[in-house]
T-cell receptor, first 117, second 108 residues
Framework: DVKVTQSSRYLVKRTGEKVFLECVQD?????MFWYRQDPGLGLRLIYF???????EKGDIPEGYSVSREKKERFSLILESASTNQTSMYLC????????????????FGEGSRLTVL | GQNIDQPTEMTATEGAIVQINCTYQ??????LFWYQQHAGEAPTFLSY????GLEEKGRFSSFLSRSKGYSYLLLKELQMKDSASYLC?????????FGKGTMLLVSP
């Protein structure tokens, strides 16, 4: 069974703290993504990666960075957390031929709910 | 860029049929996905359309018109467990862009 695992379901951090969100996939997918999901705004893409050590900015990269040292692992880093980064963070992976009929379907992790006080 | 619109909320009765619309304007189009997301859970795949027409899968069907930038998800014989958020997502050159989601509430 395909699996995307996020390290923490719930985190509470203080303003200014450095935060690491980890994501691991076991499907040998090339592509990995970080989204955040907020009420009324939907899913918005923060960063994505096509390959090890590669990264691309999504729609809302400000205040975030990422790291992909191994194919199966994609980390999201908040260098100095702020209250407006309180959100649900969703990691996903895909390959050009993943999913039903090679659609490039995204497979999501369960999400990490971050609260910044 | 991408602009995707879908209704914020819909309500329907158990056993009924409901149609959730999605309109989009994109700079590149390589398919349209529908995902279902129950509260507190990850989105899960429902359907994918890349050519015009209707794709049927059990109680769920999805339609696409590329010339009109329009898709809909049709849910038949609604069940209480269908209460969820339904996300329309357009596949561009390299990434998926999601609409804000439609919260569907199914009542007895």
């Amino acid at each position: 069974d395909v699996k995307v695992t996020q390290s923490s379901r719930y985190l509470v951090k203080r303003t200014g703290e450095k935060v690491f969100l980890e994501c691991v996939q076991d499907m040998d997918h090339e592509n990995m993504f970080w989204y955040r999901q907020d009420p009324g705004l939907g899913l918005r893409l923060i960063y994505f990666s096509y390959d090890v050590k590669m990264k691309e900015k999504g729609d809302i990269p400000e205040g975030y960075s990422v790291s992909r040292e191994k194919k199966e692992r994609f980390s999201l880093i908040l260098e100095s957390a702020s209250t407006n980064q309180t959100s649900m963070y969703l990691c996903a992976s895909s390959s050009p031929t993943s999913g039903r009929a090679d659609t490039g379907e995204l497979f999501f992790g369960e999400g990490s709910r971050l609260t910044v006080l | 860029g991408q602009n995707i619109d879908q209704p914020t909320e819909m309500t329907a009765t158990e056993g009924a049929i409901v149609q959730i619309n999605c309109t989009y304007q994109t700079s590149g189009f390589n398919g349209l996905f529908w995902y279902q997301q129950h509260a507190g859970e990850a989105p899960t795949f429902l359907s994918y359309n890349v050519l015009d027409g209707l794709e049927e899968k059990g109680r769920f069907s999805s339609f696409l018109s590329r010339s009109k930038g329009y898709s809909y998800l049709l849910l038949k014989e609604l069940q209480m467990k269908d209460s969820a958020s339904y996300l329309c997502a357009v596949k561009g050159y390299s990434t998926l862009t999601f609409g804000k989601g439609t919260m569907l509430l199914v009542s007895p």
